[in-house]
């Protein structure tokens, strides 16, 4: 919702609708701020949100209450180590694939909402990727399989972690 169309329907509102009208602007503008990039995998496309700082890795998708279809959320590490990902406070099912620093997917887990249970990389990873639970399956992606455009995202963590 633009900024015109929401002071609009601010003019016009009353009481609540003026808390709701402020509500949805500050959550459009919100998701209007993330950076997204383009992933490919076998020939198949992901938007994934990144989650380059500390802050925003350690919220990832808490909170979220759906993800497209062909939406993700990609963590950028920028060093490699064993990573490690919960489902605490997130109530979408998701699958992560932990990747390693040539963009080759190490390893995948499923993981199931609201659990403590933690999942590691097996191996040294710089980057995570987390989409809709049974994304990768759908697509016979698996571990070996090359994931592209991480380029993208690493040169956008450098530039974050520089401010």
Same mark, same amino acid.
């Given at each position: ?7 609009? #329907?601010? &003019?016009?509102?009353r009481?609540? %609708? ?10 459009g ?8 990039? &383009?992933?490919?995998? *076998? ?8 989650? #380059? &700082?500390?802050?925003?890795?350690? @919220? ?8 497209g /279809? ?5 963590? #950028? ?6 990573? @490690?990902?919960?489902?605490?406070? &997130?109530?979408? /099912?998701?699958? #992560?694939?932990?990747? %390693? ?8 887990? %499923?993981?199931? /909402? ?28 698996? /571990?070996? %399989? ?16 520089? *401010?």
């Amino acid at each position: 919702m633009g900024v015109r169309a929401t002071l609009s #329907v601010m &003019t016009r509102a009353r009481g609540a %609708d003026i808390a709701m009208a402020l509500a949805l602007f500050a959550a459009g503008s919100a998701a209007d701020a993330a950076e997204w990039v &383009t992933l490919s995998i *076998k020939g198949h496309e992901v938007e994934a949100e990144l989650a #380059v &700082t500390p802050a925003e890795r350690a @919220r990832g998708l808490m909170g979220r209450r759906q993800l497209g /279809p062909n939406q993700g959320m990609l963590f #950028v590490y920028g060093v490699s180590a064993i990573q @490690r990902m919960w489902m605490v406070n &997130t109530v979408i /099912p998701l699958s #992560v694939a932990f990747i %390693d620093e040539h963009g080759v997917i190490i390893n995948i887990a %499923d993981m199931e /909402p609201l659990s403590a249970r933690v999942h590691s990389s097996e191996a040294p990873a710089s980057y995570a990727l987390e989409v809709n639970q049974g994304w990768f399956a759908a697509r016979g992606i698996g /571990p070996g %399989d090359r994931v592209e455009g991480l380029d993208q995202a690493a040169s956008r963590g450098s530039a974050t972690r520089r *401010k």
